[in-house]
């Protein structure tokens, strides 16, 4: 079992950023494709961006493909989501999760993170 634990979160004003943290428990995170998800109040939780083992593909919700940046380092097992140009519609609660496979192939997700709350006030 791997655990993961985010961190980063905050209140920030519009047009700001935040970089958010996850850190990998376990072996197993280098041989795993990561991703970012949120989940606002009232909505379902969506995939805002993923990367896979080797950090040379990455997906991107087409809402934050200019504005955020999903990357890792794999000999500290932690993920990252570099947040600029927040809006307020990005305010969400944010995980991460693990997925078993190299690639983020929709089927193979695993583990969830605790989360870590974004609030950007306009």
């Known amino acids: 079992q791997v655990e993961l634990v985010e961190s980063g979160g905050g209140l920030v004003q519009a047009g700001g950023s935040l970089r958010l943290s996850c850190v990998a428990s376990?072996?197993?995170?280098?041989?795993?494709?990561m991703g970012w998800w949120r989940q606002a109040p009232g909505k379902e939780r969506e995939l805002l961006a993923a990367?896979?083992?080797?950090?040379?593909?990455?997906y991107y919700l087409e809402s934050v493909r200019d504005r955020f940046t999903i990357s890792r380092d794999n000999a500290e097992n932690t993920l990252y989501l570099q947040m600029d140009s927040l809006r307020p519609e990005d305010t969400a609660t944010y995980y991460c999760r693990r997925n078993r496979e190299t690639y983020y192939y929709q089927s193979t997700w695993e583990e969830w993170g605790q989360g870590t709350q974004v609030t950007v006030s306009s």
């Open positions: 376990g072996d197993n995170f280098k041989a795993s494709a």
């Open positions: 990367i896979t083992t080797t950090d040379v593909t990455k």
